[in-house]
Each structure stands twice: as C-alpha cells, then as structure tokens.
C-alpha cells in the first residue's frame, strides 16, 4: 500500500482528541512508508495530519480545484499539489492515486466522500479498503445509520463489511494493509444467471 487518501475536516472540531489522533495517524503512515493524499487545505483537521507528516519527512499530495479556495487556503509546503477543475475530478484524481481511503472526523463534506467511496465499492467500480477512524466516538452514530439501512431493507447486510473500523490508528492501517474485499450479496451478483440467459 503506497497512498491513503484521507478524509477529514477544515476545521479542528472541539475535542483536543481529534488533534491528537489525527496527528497519530499520520505517523502511522509515514512509519508505514505511506504517502498522504487529501484535499489540500492548510486549516483543521485537513492542516494538521498534512503538517505533522511533512515535519516527519513523511510524503504528502494534496488535490485542489483552482479558482474554488482562496490561495491562503492552500498548503504550501506539499511534496505535490495537484490542481484540478472542479470538485468531481478532485474526488475522481484522489481515488486514481491511492491504495485505500480513510474517513477521520469533519463535516457534510467529508461523509459526501464517504458514502461515494462506499458506494463505489458497493458497485464493484473499486475494491481498495475503506477506513473509519473512530476518534472518540465519533462514528458511532454512522454505523448505527448503517445498520438502519440494513435494518430497514435498503442494503445487504454483507456490505457494511465494507467498512473497516478502529479507534486506534495503528490497528485501522494494519487492517487495511492486510484487507481482502469481502463477497458481496448484491442484487446484481444475485442477477447475474438470468441475466446472462437473456
């Protein structure tokens, strides 16, 4: 594994928890000899795992559309800064580059990049391991939603296998390193003898 793409907020949220482990997270990668790929920003969440990894000589890519951010929103002491044309080819170019994904705590736009990776991978478009690093709790409320969905019919249970959760970064970066996408009940895998009789 080579590049994580990293999903996380532009601002620092209220526990000084999510500073910490986050900056844990980036020392995973870079003892792991991981490249960082992510949205660019110098501000929160974002700033800090970036920051942290290049101050330990760890590699860093961010992806950012021109003319979207003022300048000052850009960090400038990336290994590599990539940019773009508008928000679906950032999301596009960021999945392109790396080996798997991981969602820390931040706003809509981070579980928007969330759910489209999870739905990718739902559809087969890719198998690259999906993380969610639990810092204090953070999560919980969304797998409990995951399980709703499945709960009420609207997802196969055997895709919230998708997900790979930890609270500890280490453990969550173990996982991925050693991930094998699980078999999937999907309707279009259930299909797919008659589909093939027509």
């Known amino acids: 594994m ?11 949220g209220v526990r000084p928890e999510y500073q910490e482990m986050t900056k844990a997270l980036g020392l995973v990668l870079v003892n792991n000899n991981i490249e960082l790929v992510y949205g660019g920003s110098k501000f929160g969440l974002m700033g800090e795992i970036a920051n942290h990894m290049l101050d330990n000589n760890g590699r860093v890519t961010g992806v950012m559309p021109g003319g979207l951010f003022p300048n000052e929103v850009i960090n400038d002491r990336l290994t590599r800064f990539i940019e773009v044309k508008n928000m679906h080819e950032r999301k596009q170019t960021m999945a392109d580059l790396s080996d798997g994904f991981i969602a820390i705590p931040g706003g809509v736009g981070t579980f928007e990049e969330l759910f489209e ?38 997802m196969n249970p055997s895709n919230t296998k998708l997900v790979l959760l930890s609270s500890d970064p280490g453990d969550l970066v173990n996982q991925m390193i050693h991930y094998t996408p699980p078999v999937l009940g999907n309707k279009w895998q259930q299909l797919e003898p008659a589909l093939k009789k027509i």
Not at 2 to 12: A, D, E, M, Q
Not at 122 to 150: E, W
Request: aromatic share 12%; glycine share 8%; proline share 2%.
């Open 2 to 12: 080579k590049r994580i793409c990293v999903y996380s907020g532009s601002n620092l």
């Open 117 to 154: 990776t999870l739905s990718w991978a739902q559809l087969g478009i890719h198998k690259k391991p999906i993380g969610v690093l639990n810092i204090s709790n953070f999560f919980d409320s969304f797998m409990a939603m995951m399980q709703n969905i499945v709960n009420e019919g609207f």
